[in-house]
């Protein structure tokens, strides 16, 4: 399965918008990439999953670069209920989380 | 509509014990995975499961663990003779059944081996 690296870390302020990085320059043609967060003693909880275009939901957005080697996701105005950990997937069902990127808001 | 549901939520077992974990998919989900979480780490998946087959083990130990999902009732992953380094945190997820679509995961079972 192809690796993805993420920031350890991130601090945002309530109410901005938030930008979390995604390398996957391995990625193949066909994997999707996906995108989890979990909260403390919890489950991870699907966010956002795409292949080339951008996509948006109720949630965030997900912007792919042309390449595909690269993705963000987007959290339009962070709040505190945002504060997790999010993971940046590729493939199908036999994901490799790693250690995803912690985000911290700032009230 | 309730979400995928795990029990117990702590199971704490001894060395030598056997340990059993539950989980009741989504309704109308009929494909499950197991994944396992260690401490400080990203969670590791273990076991993809439909109903009464297993589509892929690839990530279980070799030895000592076991899944099934039954026809009636919850699917159940089993660690026999559980040793310390069994312990962390087990989750299981489900999904309709295409693969990329999205993973619907349980609350997990915290598992401590004295």
């Known amino acids: 399965d192809a690796k993805t690296t993420q920031p350890n870390s991130m601090e945002s302020n309530e109410e901005e918008p938030v930008h979390l990085p995604c390398n996957h320059s391995t990625i193949s043609g066909t994997d999707y990439i996906h995108w989890y967060r979990q909260l403390p003693s919890q489950g991870p909880e699907y966010v956002i999953h795409?292949?080339?275009s951008n996509v948006n939901n109720r949630m965030a957005s997900l912007a792919i670069a042309e390449d595909r080697k690269s993705s963000t996701l987007i959290l339009h105005r962070a709040t505190l209920r945002d504060a997790a950990v999010y993971y940046c997937i590729l493939g199908t069902y036999k994901y490799i989380f790693g250690t995803g990127t912690r985000l911290k808001v700032l009230a | 509509n309730a979400g995928v549901m795990q029990n117990p939520r702590h199971l704490v077992r001894r060395r030598g014990q056997e340990a059993r974990l539950r989980c009741s998919p989504m309704?109308?989900?009929?494909?499950v995975y197991w994944y396992r979480q260690l401490p400080e780490e990203g969670l590791k998946f273990m076991v993809y499961l439909q109903k009464e087959n297993i589509i892929d083990e690839s990530g279980m130990p070799k030895e000592r663990f076991s899944a099934e999902f039954p026809k009636e009732g919850p699917s159940i992953l089993r660690i026999q003779q559980v040793v310390r380094g069994d312990s962390a945190a087990y989750f299981c997820?489900?999904?309709?059944?295409?693969?990329?679509?999205?993973?619907?995961f349980g609350s997990g079972t915290q598992l401590s081996v004295l």
């Open positions: 795409g292949l080339t």
């Open positions: 309704k109308g989900h009929s494909h």
């Open positions: 997820a489900s999904s309709p059944g295409q693969t990329n679509e999205k993973l619907f």
